[in-house]
């Protein structure tokens, strides 16, 4: 497991099934400074190059015409790591990924939770917002989005949609601006963008960011 900073954290127990939180890490001595991050020069990886990725890794996209079948459900995972972050209500999308994609998310969620601790915030969880589109989603979202597209890296189920104005609580501790968590989910997101992990897309109008696992 790649490490997103050099400060090695200790778990010692948490529940965090819903709302409740308990302490689970170490904080250091002092807090780390949250870096200032320029969204649109360091997230603008282009759709070609996360379709690019996402046909590399992914399931073929029009094999998930209807994602039930069970040849196509052999190939995915579900997404249920709910220590790591939280699956929104999703309208037009299915909650699974392929392997790496999953695991990629996982350890956004969770690096987020640790580079929390480092800048001494409290405690949150990323929310998903969308995951994998069958044929039949993109068709829906086509009705109200003249600008979603059949060729989207969410039909290879290797993508996903992390928002950046909504976070879940994880405590009652002084509430953190929604900038700053923005910021330090940036944070994560530059150093795996950087050791070739992903390829990610800062997007205003669905305020998320748009990650597709390389």
């Known amino acids: 497991m790649i490490f997103v900073f050099s400060t090695i954290l200790f778990f010692t127990g948490c529940s965090c099934g819903g709302g409740s939180y308990d302490s689970r890490i170490e904080r250091p001595d002092k807090p780390r400074r949250v870096a200032n991050i320029n969204f649109k020069r360091e997230f603008n990886d282009l759709n070609d190059e996360h379709i690019s990725a996402a046909k590399k890794i992914g399931v073929a996209a029009h094999e998930v015409e209807n994602i039930l079948e069970d040849d196509i459900l052999d190939k995915l995972v579900p997404l249920d790591d709910e220590e790591a972050y939280v699956v929104d209500e999703l309208t037009h999308s299915a909650p699974y990924l392929v392997p790496r994609a999953a695991e990629l998310l996982s350890e956004i969620g969770r690096s987020f939770q640790d580079s929390l601790v480092a800048h001494h915030l409290a405690p949150y969880k990323v929310i998903v917002t969308s995951v994998l589109r069958t044929g039949k989603d993109v068709k829906k979202l086509g009705r109200r989005n003249v ?16 928002s950046y104005k909504r976070f879940h609580a994880l405590s009652d501790e002084d509430e953190v601006e929604q900038i700053k968590l923005k910021l330090v989910l940036g944070e994560v997101l530059r150093d795996l963008k950087k050791q070739g992990r992903c390829y990610v897309k800062h997007e205003v109008k669905q305020a998320c960011f748009h990650i597709t696992a390389r």
């Open 147 to 162: 600008n979603a597209s059949k060729n989207s890296a969410h039909c290879y189920a290797t993508t996903f949609d992390i």
